[in-house]
DNA sequence: CGGTTTTGACCTGCGC
DNA sequence: GCGCAGGTCAAAACCG
């Protein structure tokens, strides 16, 4: 990682503004917008089976800073059994055609895990912020339909400027 | 030297 | 109650 590549769309930041003015432009000139989707609800199947056919399309940048990505998918698990309801961490998964499959989004990410996942030949890889205070997690597949995909699911929001 | 990656083990939740 | 799948942590190795 040493090469400033393109980045799929952060989670939500504050500055989700000054994203929304480069992603989508770099992205679109290392990678190809070919099918890549927005998913807040089905994502864990959509992940896990149909990892082609549902979602929204995301070719409105503005959803990004105008639309602000608060897209949570759980949240319902407070009475279910005294649990509590920690913070309420969005998730957002993007699909997008590309060999690599850590962008630099301008974040220092830190690998702490790797998983065989049962649908799919690919390994999913696990990354979270490095920085102290920032409790973003990422999440890396390849797609099983389309091994040129790559599913990155984003969790949670930074809390702190970007590098760069 | 610091930070990061890597792999296996461990833990938790859910299903049957 | 046990098994499976998914997710996370930790110790060691490796890189710049």
Redesign the pocket.
Known sequence: ??DKIPKPPPPDTPDSDDFTNQWPFELSEYLKFDDNQWMHDGLESFA?ENVSNQVHQVSNAGEFGGGSSHFEGSSSKDTSSG?ENREVRERVAFKIMSEIEVLDDGY????????????SPNP?N???C?VDGCNV?K?VERDKDDPRYVITTYEGNHTHPSSS
């Open positions: 990682m040493t896990s649990r220092r990410w830190r690998k702490y895990g790797k998983k065989m996942v049962k649908n999913r696990y990354y979270r490095s997690k999440r």
